[in-house]
Protein backbone atom coordinates (compact mmCIF):
# COMPACT_ATOMS: atom_id res chain seq x y z
CA UNK A 1 0.00 0.00 0.00
CA UNK A 2 1.48 3.09 -0.89
CA UNK A 3 -1.05 5.31 0.36
CA UNK A 4 -1.03 7.87 3.47
CA UNK A 5 -0.46 6.35 6.35
CA UNK A 6 -1.36 7.74 10.01
CA UNK A 7 -0.71 5.77 13.11
CA UNK A 8 -2.53 5.18 15.85
CA UNK A 9 -5.69 5.01 14.23
CA UNK A 10 -6.64 5.51 17.31
CA UNK A 11 -6.14 7.49 20.54
CA UNK A 12 -7.80 7.61 24.27
CA UNK A 13 -6.32 10.27 26.99
CA UNK A 14 -7.37 11.83 29.90
CA UNK A 15 -7.16 15.48 29.95
CA UNK A 16 -4.12 17.24 30.44
CA UNK A 17 -1.74 14.59 28.61
CA UNK A 18 0.37 14.72 26.04
CA UNK A 19 -0.46 13.26 22.55
CA UNK A 20 1.49 12.97 19.61
CA UNK A 21 0.56 11.19 16.21
CA UNK A 22 2.41 10.16 13.35
CA UNK A 23 1.62 10.97 9.09
CA UNK A 24 3.87 9.26 6.43
CA UNK A 25 3.10 10.53 3.47
CA UNK A 26 3.01 9.31 -0.30
CA UNK A 27 6.49 8.85 -0.69
CA UNK A 28 7.27 10.60 -3.34
CA UNK A 29 4.84 13.86 -2.23
CA UNK A 30 6.91 16.96 -1.15
CA UNK A 31 3.71 18.74 0.51
CA UNK A 32 2.16 17.33 3.65
CA UNK A 33 -1.11 18.93 5.08
CA UNK A 34 -3.05 18.82 8.74
CA UNK A 35 -6.68 18.58 9.62
CA UNK A 36 -8.68 18.43 12.01
CA UNK A 37 -12.31 16.94 11.75
CA UNK A 38 -15.46 16.92 14.03
CA UNK A 39 -18.38 15.35 14.00
CA UNK A 40 -20.91 17.25 10.92
CA UNK A 41 -17.81 19.24 9.70
CA UNK A 42 -15.43 19.07 7.19
CA UNK A 43 -11.95 18.84 7.95
CA UNK A 44 -10.02 22.82 9.19
CA UNK A 45 -6.74 23.18 7.72
CA UNK A 46 -4.19 23.01 11.02
CA UNK A 47 -0.91 23.32 8.95
CA UNK A 48 1.19 22.90 6.22
CA UNK A 49 4.78 21.85 5.04
CA UNK A 50 6.73 22.03 1.61
CA UNK A 51 9.99 19.26 2.27
CA UNK A 52 10.98 20.16 6.17
CA UNK A 53 9.20 23.51 6.44
CA UNK A 54 6.22 24.57 7.73
CA UNK A 55 4.93 26.98 5.70
CA UNK A 56 1.16 27.89 6.93
CA UNK A 57 0.24 27.33 10.04
CA UNK A 58 -3.64 28.00 10.76
CA UNK A 59 -4.32 31.20 13.35
CA UNK A 60 -6.85 29.20 15.29
CA UNK A 61 -4.44 26.83 16.02
CA UNK A 62 -3.42 27.06 19.66
CA UNK A 63 0.62 27.34 21.05
CA UNK A 64 -0.68 24.13 22.52
CA UNK A 65 -0.02 21.98 19.14
CA UNK A 66 3.36 21.72 17.11
CA UNK A 67 3.92 20.21 14.04
CA UNK A 68 7.28 18.65 12.79
CA UNK A 69 8.70 17.34 9.45
CA UNK A 70 11.92 16.94 10.48
CA UNK A 71 13.57 15.18 7.41
CA UNK A 72 11.07 16.16 4.73
CA UNK A 73 9.38 12.92 4.79
CA UNK A 74 7.07 11.87 7.84
CA UNK A 75 5.35 14.15 10.44
CA UNK A 76 4.26 14.42 13.40
CA UNK A 77 1.81 16.52 15.63
CA UNK A 78 1.93 16.67 19.19
CA UNK A 79 -1.05 18.16 21.58
CA UNK A 80 0.38 19.03 24.63
CA UNK A 81 -2.06 19.38 27.79
CA UNK A 82 -4.85 17.90 26.09
CA UNK A 83 -8.78 19.35 26.49
CA UNK A 84 -12.15 18.11 25.83
CA UNK A 85 -12.59 20.30 23.00
CA UNK A 86 -9.50 18.72 21.44
CA UNK A 87 -11.07 15.68 20.88
CA UNK A 88 -11.45 15.34 16.86
CA UNK A 89 -10.32 12.95 14.03
CA UNK A 90 -6.92 14.39 13.04
CA UNK A 91 -6.04 13.59 9.25
CA UNK A 92 -2.94 14.28 7.33
CA UNK A 93 -2.93 14.47 3.53
CA UNK A 94 -0.25 14.99 1.14
CA UNK A 95 0.21 16.57 -2.36
CA UNK A 96 2.89 16.61 -5.42
CA UNK A 97 3.73 20.38 -5.73
CA UNK A 98 5.06 21.65 -8.54
CA UNK A 99 3.92 24.34 -11.64
CA UNK A 100 2.66 21.26 -13.51
CA UNK A 101 0.58 19.99 -10.48
CA UNK A 102 -3.05 20.35 -9.61
CA UNK A 103 -2.04 19.68 -5.57
CA UNK A 104 -4.21 17.20 -5.67
CA UNK A 105 -4.36 16.52 -1.25
CA UNK A 106 -4.52 12.61 -0.87
CA UNK A 107 -5.79 11.75 2.86
CA UNK A 108 -4.91 9.11 5.04
CA UNK A 109 -7.54 7.12 6.81
CA UNK A 110 -6.97 9.58 10.06
CA UNK A 111 -6.49 9.25 13.87
CA UNK A 112 -9.41 9.81 16.21
CA UNK A 113 -8.86 11.23 19.53
CA UNK A 114 -10.86 11.04 22.28
CA UNK A 115 -9.94 13.04 25.05
CA UNK A 116 -11.33 11.93 28.47
CA UNK B 1 -12.84 34.57 5.99
CA UNK B 2 -13.02 32.78 3.24
CA UNK B 3 -15.87 30.23 3.04
CA UNK B 4 -17.50 27.40 1.49
CA UNK B 5 -21.20 26.56 1.76
CA UNK B 6 -22.95 23.05 0.94
CA UNK B 7 -26.66 22.37 2.27
CA UNK B 8 -26.32 19.66 4.77
CA UNK B 9 -28.99 17.16 3.48
CA UNK B 10 -29.71 14.93 3.88
CA UNK B 11 -30.01 14.34 0.58
CA UNK B 12 -32.60 11.44 -0.21
CA UNK B 13 -32.12 9.98 -3.85
CA UNK B 14 -33.72 7.10 -5.45
CA UNK B 15 -31.45 4.18 -7.05
CA UNK B 16 -31.27 4.64 -10.28
CA UNK B 17 -31.70 8.84 -10.08
CA UNK B 18 -29.16 11.72 -10.54
CA UNK B 19 -27.70 13.12 -7.82
CA UNK B 20 -27.19 16.69 -7.63
CA UNK B 21 -24.75 18.24 -5.08
CA UNK B 22 -24.25 22.22 -4.77
CA UNK B 23 -21.65 24.26 -3.31
CA UNK B 24 -21.16 27.83 -3.05
CA UNK B 25 -17.77 29.95 -2.39
CA UNK B 26 -16.62 33.74 -0.80
CA UNK B 27 -13.16 34.10 -2.12
CA UNK B 28 -13.38 35.12 -6.20
CA UNK B 29 -10.01 34.63 -6.68
CA UNK B 30 -10.19 30.89 -5.88
CA UNK B 31 -8.31 28.66 -8.54
CA UNK B 32 -9.17 24.83 -7.70
CA UNK B 33 -12.34 22.80 -6.68
CA UNK B 34 -12.36 19.29 -5.56
CA UNK B 35 -15.02 16.56 -4.32
CA UNK B 36 -14.35 14.28 -2.00
CA UNK B 37 -16.72 11.44 -0.46
CA UNK B 38 -16.13 10.15 3.12
CA UNK B 39 -18.27 7.27 4.50
CA UNK B 40 -19.00 7.65 8.29
CA UNK B 41 -16.11 7.06 10.18
CA UNK B 42 -13.94 7.13 7.53
CA UNK B 43 -11.09 9.66 6.10
CA UNK B 44 -12.06 11.87 2.74
CA UNK B 45 -11.17 10.35 -0.77
CA UNK B 46 -10.70 11.85 -3.76
CA UNK B 47 -13.85 11.76 -6.81
CA UNK B 48 -12.80 14.70 -8.72
CA UNK B 49 -11.15 17.94 -9.35
CA UNK B 50 -11.92 20.83 -11.82
CA UNK B 51 -10.35 24.12 -12.67
CA UNK B 52 -11.94 25.51 -15.74
CA UNK B 53 -15.25 26.88 -16.00
CA UNK B 54 -17.65 24.43 -17.59
CA UNK B 55 -18.34 20.76 -17.13
CA UNK B 56 -15.80 17.70 -16.35
CA UNK B 57 -17.28 14.14 -16.67
CA UNK B 58 -15.51 10.83 -15.46
CA UNK B 59 -17.62 7.84 -14.94
CA UNK B 60 -21.15 8.37 -13.69
CA UNK B 61 -19.86 11.91 -11.85
CA UNK B 62 -19.66 15.27 -13.71
CA UNK B 63 -18.11 18.14 -11.96
CA UNK B 64 -19.47 21.30 -12.97
CA UNK B 65 -18.16 24.89 -12.35
CA UNK B 66 -19.06 28.42 -12.87
CA UNK B 67 -16.20 31.21 -11.77
CA UNK B 68 -18.76 34.13 -12.90
CA UNK B 69 -21.55 32.54 -10.08
CA UNK B 70 -18.84 31.19 -7.70
CA UNK B 71 -20.64 27.49 -7.78
CA UNK B 72 -19.79 24.62 -7.92
CA UNK B 73 -21.54 21.18 -8.43
CA UNK B 74 -21.37 16.86 -8.82
CA UNK B 75 -24.33 15.41 -10.75
CA UNK B 76 -24.04 11.65 -9.67
CA UNK B 77 -25.87 9.84 -12.95
CA UNK B 78 -27.14 6.27 -11.70
CA UNK B 79 -26.89 6.90 -8.08
CA UNK B 80 -26.35 3.33 -6.54
CA UNK B 81 -26.86 3.08 -2.45
CA UNK B 82 -22.83 2.49 -2.41
CA UNK B 83 -23.06 6.22 -3.45
CA UNK B 84 -24.85 7.07 0.16
CA UNK B 85 -22.04 9.24 2.21
CA UNK B 86 -21.11 12.50 2.74
CA UNK B 87 -19.64 14.77 -0.05
CA UNK B 88 -17.15 17.49 0.91
CA UNK B 89 -16.71 20.44 -1.35
CA UNK B 90 -13.39 21.44 -1.13
CA UNK B 91 -11.80 25.30 -2.61
CA UNK B 92 -8.10 25.85 -3.00
CA UNK B 93 -8.41 29.66 -2.38
CA UNK B 94 -5.42 31.16 -4.82
CA UNK B 95 -2.20 30.14 -6.21
CA UNK B 96 -0.20 30.99 -3.17
CA UNK B 97 -1.98 29.33 -0.03
CA UNK B 98 -1.68 25.64 0.00
CA UNK B 99 -4.61 24.90 2.11
CA UNK B 100 -8.04 24.07 1.17
CA UNK B 101 -11.15 25.17 2.33
CA UNK B 102 -13.35 22.72 2.82
CA UNK B 103 -17.23 22.98 3.05
CA UNK B 104 -19.50 20.88 6.05
CA UNK B 105 -20.57 18.65 3.35
CA UNK B 106 -23.67 17.12 2.39
CA UNK B 107 -25.17 13.81 3.10
CA UNK B 108 -26.42 11.86 0.48
CA UNK B 109 -28.82 8.92 0.84
CA UNK B 110 -29.54 6.32 -1.97
CA UNK B 111 -32.59 4.23 -1.27
CA UNK B 112 -33.09 1.22 -3.22
Known amino acids: DTGVSQDPRHKITKRGQNVTFRCDPISEHNRLYWYRQTLGQGPEFLTYFQNEAQLEKSRLLSDRFSAERPKGSFSTLEIQRTEQGDSAMYLCASSLGGPSSTDTQYFGPGTRLTVL | ?112
Do not use: H
Not at chain 2, 61 to 70: E, V, W
Not at chain 2, 72 to 98: E, F, H, M
Open chain 2, 1 to 112: QKEVEQNSGPLSVPEGAIASLNCTYSDRGSQSFFWYRQYSGKSPELIMFIYSNGDKEDGRFTAQLNKASQYVSLLIRDSQPSDSATYLCAVKPDNYGQNFVFGPGTRLSVLP
